[in-house]
C-alpha cells in the first residue's frame, strides 16, 4: 500500500523556519519523483518544488525559490522541504506527492500518489 506522510507544520513567525518531512512507504522512492505543492487560502493548489528520480534534477518554484530547499534520503525514504524567511503568504496545506517526472512545470497530473497534508500558518 502505497503511502505519503507529512509532518513538520505548525504556527511560525514571519522569518522564521520550519522542516517538513514527508515519510513514503509501499514503494521504491528511488523510482519516483516526489513534488511538494501548497494550497494556500483562496487559491488553487500549486506546485513549490520537486525532484527528479533518476538524474537528480530539481526545480523550485520562483516565489520560494532561495528560501525553500527541497532534498531527499531515499534509505531513510524521506523527502524533506526546508522553508527558511518564512512570510504570511507562505500559510497554507503543504502536500507531497510521488509520480513520474519533475518539470519546471510542476503540474498535478504527473504525480500519482499523494499524502494528506500538513498545516503551515505564518503570523504574528
Known amino acids: 500500500q502505497v503511502q505519503l506522510v507529512e509532518s513538520g507544520g505548525g504556527l511560525v513567525q514571519p522569518g522564521g523556519s520550519l522542516n517538513l518531512s514527508c515519510v513514503t512507504s509501499g514503494f521504491t522512492l528511488d523510482y519516483y519523483a516526489i513534488g511538494w505543492f501548497r494550497q494556500t487560502p483562496g487559491k488553487e493548489r500549486e506546485g513549490v518544488s520537486c525532484?527528479?528520480?533518476?538524474?537528480?534534477?530539481?526545480f523550485t518554484t520562483p516565489s520560494v525559490k532561495g528560501r525553500f530547499t527541497i532534498s531527499r534520503d531515499n534509505a531513510k525514504n524521506t523527502v524533506y522541504l526546508q522553508m527558511n524567511s518564512l512570510e504570511p503568504e507562505d500559510t497554507g496545506v503543504y502536500y507531497c506527492?510521488?509520480?513520474?517526472?519533475?518539470?519546471?512545470?510542476?503540474?498535478?497530473?504527473?504525480?500519482?500518489?499523494w499524502g494528506r497534508g500538513t498545516q503551515v500558518t505564518v503570523s504574528s
Open positions: 525532484f527528479g528520480y533518476n538524474d537528480g534534477y530539481t
Open positions: 506527492a510521488a509520480g513520474r517526472q519533475c518539470t519546471w512545470l510542476l503540474i498535478e497530473r504527473d504525480y500519482d500518489y
